[in-house]
Every structure is written in structure tokens, then in C-alpha cells.
């Protein structure tokens, strides 16, 4: 460890993830840029479309640890210090809103593209 | 000696006039070297040095791997050769997983020829001799390699031979394990230990007295036996022995502290000042060399940990220290802040070889090998480096399945973490158990593709 340098964090990422690492990326970024534009043409919040993106925020969360602790070989959580619940929070985290973000954009458009077809 | 092709990589012998007109012209390239010295090997071609050196790579290990992907990467022109008969690579850090039953064997086992870097020529013998007088290596085959600059990376060699009774292939059978022997020898421990955790019984766990590689994992392998015990419910009808062989568990003073304090929560009895000198597998007996005599122990279980000495073709040659603590177990004479060997300046020795104060780890090699390669480079480059290396090592002690502390460490003993305040180096955590099954074998895969 010693230092935390960028350049070598992703190096680790790459050898950790391989070709997953660029999909994951790609899809932060294609389901954020989605949800962006999504925002500018309906210029609105629809809440009960949000309300079901955030519940399946909550799976994408618990998916998120589950992985985790399966990459991790350790088969359970065993919560040592107050570190140990911020990784948990931002492993849920993290799950939580790519899986929000990528369900609200991708529900938005798919309303959208119905609503141009009919 | 008869027989022998001088096979320098780039045939000509090193002279000093040379050697003055190549430092004269590497000096324009002096600037770009420093800078270029501890970056990642994507470095343009522009950048990198122009040479015609010839620098040798003893041992295709971590360290040997990691200098040779530096070297390559910051060099143009140069000659590099690695020399190692071995054509597996072994993620050694990765054996007390599969000795603890988490990963299987193949977790650990790769090809040399997936890490090797593009200009790098690989000769796939040992070395068999050093002579530094003469500036070139001897391989097993006879074949005599001369350079201008060598890496001695040869890792070092387990004297299983130093404990009487005990042979490697005993490792799996008669309560006996040893992580240490290779991926078998860590599957067929975890096998032995799992049927010990079974049962229940008597476990015996100690340390060599000399230098060793992960001085930690004696002491993960007793925690990690005493979880599996109690997760099986066979604790209370089991007692566990740790024999450290001086007066400490660990040798970092407050480290120590807080494995004594694990230890007598854990009910792990801590014996000082305890040597193994034989074991009789048959009779399940452990004999120790103490102030007092000898000591026998009887085990269900034992986990032998061998002395460790650098391999014999060092051993034998002019580059071990020759007084003090190290000249006895041959490991390499160097300047412990450089890595450049004490009386032959072209000559640096990195890893587990390197007779330095501490760490024979995976992490020290980690920041002992960007030390190493940027005095070389300053060398070819006709400059002085400001590199030093301050004795950083790491060591994830694993205290119970799930859980390790991130123990972080330099020469004088200072604890040196790499998050203060938010992993704290003594505290049993999750999350350094995760950081140990997730993140250290791709960080040391980058290393040894110089990118880390």
C-alpha cells in the first residue's frame, strides 16, 4: 500500500476486474449520460418511476455485498471496526445507485421510445 | 573453465573507456531518466535511455520479474537477460489461503512467460555461480553470461534438511504441514489441518531462528487453526503451542504485544526461546532446542516452519555478508537504503536474497525493486539517485477467518500506516481481510508488469 497513486489503483482495478472493469465503466458512464439526457427532454422527476428505480437500488445494493463477499471468499461479513461498516456502506452504495440510476434511465427511455411508436 | 561458452548477452567485455564514452552520451539522456526511473512502463520510446548495457537478472521471481519489467521499460537498447530454470510462478503470498482452505491450488500457480516483458531474453537455467570479479554468472548448463550490471533476485532456499526426521514428504501425512513447500505442499496442510480441526488435539506451531520470508504467516496459521477448532466445535477438547524462538512473538515490539494479547484471548499458549530441532512423525513428537536442553512436545498437529538460508550458489560466492548475524545464512552484502551490493557497486540484490533488516515479503519487494533500478538507471545515466528505501513492508496477520489486521512497517519498527485514521494497523478488521483476498494478488501481478 504506502501510497495511494491513481495510475497504479487502476493497474490493480484492471488486473482485479480485466475486461469487467471497462464494462463497468462504460456503463457508469453510458447510464449516467442517459439519465442526463433523459432529465433535459422530460424536464421532470417522475415519482412513482423513481420510487420503483430506488427499490431496485435496494437489490442492486444487497446484489453489490453479496458479490462482494464472494469475491472475497470470506462467506459472511464479519464486522471487526467502524472501516468495516464504511466499506459496507460503500459497496451498498455503490450498487444502490448505478442499479437506480441505470433502472430510472433505462425505464424513462424505454417509456419513451413506446410513447414515440404509438 | 573448460567447457564454458562466454555467452555475454551483447558480446563485448566491459571496459573503462567504454564505459566513460557511453556515460558521456547517456548523460544528455540523464534528465529524462530521473523522471522516467519510477513511472510505469508506458513510457514513450523517446523517454527511455538509450544504452547498450548488459544487465543480468538472477531469478525470475517477484523481485527478479519486477526489476526486469522496470529495467526493460526505462531502457532502449539495453541487454537484458533473466536467468531461472523455473518455468511456474508461484503468487507465494497466496499460500496461507490455500492453506487456510479459502483458494485452491491453482490460485497460486502461473507461467513465468506471462509476465515476461518485450525485450526481456529469458534463459531458462539456474544459476549455478557468481563471480563478481570477473563480471559474469555461470549457469547450471555451463553457460558463462557477462554483464555490466547484475540483479541478484535468486529468492532463497527452505532447509527442511536442517530439521532432523522431518523431510518434505511428510508434509499431508502424520499431522504434519508446512505452507511453505509450494501449492501441494499448501493444499495437502490445509487437508491435514482440516482433519486436525475434525478431531481436535494437540497443535504445535512455531518459527525458525533464522531470517524468514512472511514472518507472519506462522502466526496467521495458528489464529487460522484455532477459528476452524472453534467454528467446529472441538476447541475445548484441543490445545494449541505457539514456540516463538526468541522472546518475541513478532518483531515489531508493539505488533508482538498485540498478538501476546490475541493469543491469551484465544487460549493459544505462547512458549519463548523454543527451536525445532527434530520431529519423529511416527511417535508424534516435536523435539526443541531451549536454554534449558532439549524439549519434546507431542502433537496431533504440527506446522512446520523450515530454516531458511540463501540458495547455495550465493552462498558460495563473494557476495554474502561475510561478518555478523547474516554471513552464516549467506544472504547478499547490500547497502540496506539502495539495495547496492557493499563491495561490488554494479551489483544490487532485491527480495528475499537481499541481507537486509527486514521484510521478506511480497510488499517489501514491492519498494525495495523502483529503489534498486533507479540507482542502475542513475549509474547508466552518469547521475546519483536520491532513492532510498526505508525497510516498508506490509503484512495482512490474519487473527480468524474473515477478519485481519493491516500491520504496516519500516526498519526502525515505526508503524506506518497507509490510511491513518481510517484502517488502524492493530485492529482485527474486515476489511483488511478483504483488502488481503481481493486486492493483494492483482497489486502484485502489477508489480511484476512494473505498473505497480
Known sequence: ?118 | MEGDHQDGIRGEAPSPARDGRRRALLMLAAAAAAGTALRPPAARAADRLRTRARIVVAGAGAAGLAAASRLAAALDGASIALLDARREHYYQPGFTLIGAGVKPRQYVVSATADYLPAGVQWIPERVAGFDPDGNRVVTEAGRAVAYDFLVVATGMELAYDRIEGMDPGLIGKHGVGSIYHGPEAAEATWQAMSAFADRGGKGVFLRPATEMKCAGAPLKYAFITEDYLSRRGRRSRSELVYNAHNQALFSVPIVSEKVRMLFEQRGIRANYGRVLRAIDPGRRIAVFDTAEGREEQDYDFIHVIPPMRAPQAVRDSALPWRTGAWAGEGWLEVDPSTLRHARYRNVFGVGDVAGVPKGKTAASVKWQVPVAVDHLLADLAGTASPARYDGYTSCPLITRMGRAMLVEFDYRNNLVPSFPGVIAPLEELWTSWVMETMALKPTYISMLRGRA
Do not use: H, N
Not at chain 1, 491513481?6 to 458512464?29: I, K, S, Y
Not at chain 1, 448505478?98 to 425505464?107: E, F, K, P, R
Open chain 1, 1 to 118: 500500500m504506502k501510497e495511494l497513486d491513481p495510475f497504479v489503483l487502476l493497474a490493480v482495478l484492471q488486473e482485479m476486474l480485466g475486461p469487467l472493469l471497462w464494462l463497468l465503466l462504460a456503463a457508469a458512464l453510458l447510464g449516467t449520460a442517459a439519465l442526463a439526457a433523459l432529465l433535459v427532454c422530460e424536464r421532470r422527476v417522475v415519482a412513482r418511476r423513481l420510487m420503483w428505480s430506488e427499490a431496485a437500488g435496494v437489490a442492486g445494493g444487497c446484489l453489490a455485498l453479496a458479490l462482494m463477499v464472494r469475491v472475497a471468499s470470506s462467506g459472511f461479513i464479519d464486522v471487526g471496526g467502524p472501516v468495516d461498516w464504511l466499506l459496507i456502506a460503500l459497496v451498498f452504495g455503490a450498487g444502490l445507485a448505478g442499479t437506480a440510476v441505470l433502472a430510472y434511465a433505462a425505464s424513462g427511455w424505454w417509456a419513451a421510445l413506446r410513447r414515440a411508436g404509438s
